[in-house]
């Protein structure tokens, strides 16, 4: 059964740093999505991404957050200067055309210190 | 804007037993989507059942099935026969059919525990 595919599962930074998170979405899939979950709170919804560019943000995803599809496969997330409160489990999701369910992937936990 | 509330942060049960998680959530929108996702240990989110706000029939998945009030704003999960594997965070979420709109919000999950 095709899987959403994030990579990589763990990544420690120092704050200031940049990091990318990767994300192989489900092949035919054409709405991408990024949330975040810090530990013991809910997740929230960081961004939607649909035909190469962004259908929708939350006010989470600012400046420093942006996303790209860099080819026919990846979605990334790139965060430009890490900061302590950008701790948190990421994980990115995607879903079909016209389809209501979105699919997660294992997520990625993120340590900035 | 939509919201989802979880009143119950933890529930625990016997296994084989049938336990009930309890959501309720406010919706402007006339049409939206329901959820029930999973996060075992593991953190990874797993879809369990889904159901649509114009489907009067409520949703069922083998041992999981959804009790939806519509007027009353309110979409509980029921788990029959419980196994150890089903010991999870459970997080209700809805979201608007829209294009453009189409994010899940969560509520703030229940962890079950299932006690062999």
């Known amino acids: 059964e095709p899987e959403v595919t994030q990579t990589p599962s763990h990544q420690v930074t120092q704050m200031g740093q940049e990091v990318i998170l990767r994300c192989v979405p489900i092949s035919n899939h054409l709405y991408f999505y990024w949330y975040r979950q810090i530990l013991g709170q809910k997740v929230e919804f960081l961004v939607s991404?649909?035909?190469?560019?962004?259908?929708?943000k939350s006010e989470i995803f600012d400046d420093q957050f942006s996303v790209e599809r860099p080819d026919g496969s990846n979605f990334t997330l790139k965060i430009r200067s890490t900061k302590l409160e950008d701790s948190a489990m990421y994980f990115c999701?995607?879903?079909?055309?016209?389809?209501?369910?979105?699919?997660f992937g294992p997520g990625t936990r993120l340590l900035v210190l | 804007a939509q919201t989802v509330t979880q009143s119950q942060p933890e529930m625990s049960v016997q296994e084989a037993e049938t336990v009930t998680l309890s959501c309720t959530y406010d919706t402007s929108e006339s049409n939206y989507y329901l959820f029930w996702y999973k996060q075992p240990p593991s953190r990874q989110m797993i879809l369990v059942i889904r159901q649509e706000a114009y489907k009067q029939q409520n949703a069922t998945e083998n041992r999981f099935s959804v009790n939806f009030q519509k007027a009353a704003k309110s979409f509980s999960l029921k788990i029959s026969d419980s196994q150890l594997g089903d010991t999870a965070m459970y997080f209700c979420a809805s979201r608007a059919p829209d294009f453009g709109n189409e994010k899940l919000t969560f509520g703030t999950g229940t962890r079950l525990t299932i006690i062999p």
């Open positions: 991404f649909y035909n190469n560019e962004i259908s929708e």
């Open positions: 999701a995607s879903s079909e055309p016209g389809g209501e369910t979105q699919y």
